[in-house]
């Protein structure tokens, strides 16, 4: 079983930067996809950033494109979302997920993918 674990989300300013972590136990292979996922108040939950932990693949929502990074260190057994140039528009609950997939594309939104696991997320604000 997999478990995860979110930290790092706070209160910023916008042009700020955060980095979230989410820590993950339970692994006992590679070739899964994990997912950041965010809910914002009167919007539908959105697919931020995903990688193929098999072969380090990354998507993006248009939205953060360039300004996003999700990274994984598998030594800490830990994903990273690196925010940069935060905007008000970031504001939201921040998970990360994680399931087992045939390939990169089935775990994308446009697949619409289920999650097994999820953790139990990370409030970021930004002010503007």
């Known amino acids: 079983q997999v478990q995860l674990r979110e930290s790092g989300g706070g209160s910023v300013q916008a042009g700020d930067s955060l980095r979230l972590s989410c820590a993950a136990s339970?692994?006992?292979?590679?070739?899964?996809?994990m997912g950041w996922f965010r809910e914002a108040p009167g919007k539908e939950r959105e697919g931020v950033a995903f990688?193929?932990?098999?072969?380090?693949?990354?998507y993006y929502t248009d939205s953060v494109k360039g300004r996003f990074t999700v990274s994984q260190d598998m030594a800490k057994n830990t994903l990273y979302l690196q925010m940069n140039s935060l905007k008000r528009e970031d504001t939201a609950m921040y998970y990360c997920?994680?399931?087992?997939?045939?390939?990169?594309?089935?775990?994308?939104?446009?697949?619409?993918?289920?999650?097994?696991?999820w953790g139990q997320g990370t409030q970021v604000t930004v002010s503007s």
């Open positions: 997920a994680a399931d087992h997939f045939l390939s990169f594309r089935d775990c994308l939104p446009s697949s619409n993918p289920l999650f097994g696991t």
């Open positions: 339970g692994f006992t292979n590679g070739g899964n996809c």
């Open positions: 990688i193929y932990l098999g072969d380090g693949n990354t």
